[in-house]
């Protein structure tokens, strides 16, 4: 195993990855937000203006304001819950996967994972649920 970096696009990699974690961090506490302005302000910060969210349960959607109004249907239709990531991201050229829960106080949790890709800006251009 080599632990060291030999190249400056390998330490670009790495600090991307970063940035990366950082966007799933941020779109997935968006999930926890109640409040459209306080969704609408996280999913500035990681997902592009165009980017689309498909799951089996809902129509492909697209945008920040389109996103905002799903992660608020949600609440209708889930109640309260808790997004949590269950463990870091897999990334390989700008596209991956992460596992996630929705923890119910009521009820027993959901496990899903989400299909990802970015765009060189890092912001999330299309995320695909399954659950």
Not at 39 to 45: M, S
Request: aromatic share 14%; net charge negative.
């Amino acid at each position: 195993m080599n632990f060291f970096i030999d190249t400056m696009d390998e330490l670009y990699s790495m600090e991307n990855i970063n940035t990366i974690e950082k966007s799933i961090l941020i779109y997935v506490s968006a999930w926890n937000e109640w409040e459209p302005d306080a969704i609408r302000e996280k999913i500035d910060q990681c997902w592009a203006p165009r980017g689309t969210y498909a799951d089996k349960r809902n129509e492909t959607v697209s945008g920040t304001d389109a996103l905002t109004d799903l992660i608020l249907r949600s609440h209708e239709s889930m109640g309260q819950r808790t997004m949590e990531i269950s463990g870091p991201p897999e990334i390989h050229f700008k596209k991956g996967r992460f596992y996630w829960l929705a923890i119910r106080p009521d009820d027993y949790p959901i496990l899903g994972m989400d299909y990802f890709e970015f765009d060189d800006k890092n912001l999330i251009t299309r995320i695909v649920g399954f659950f």
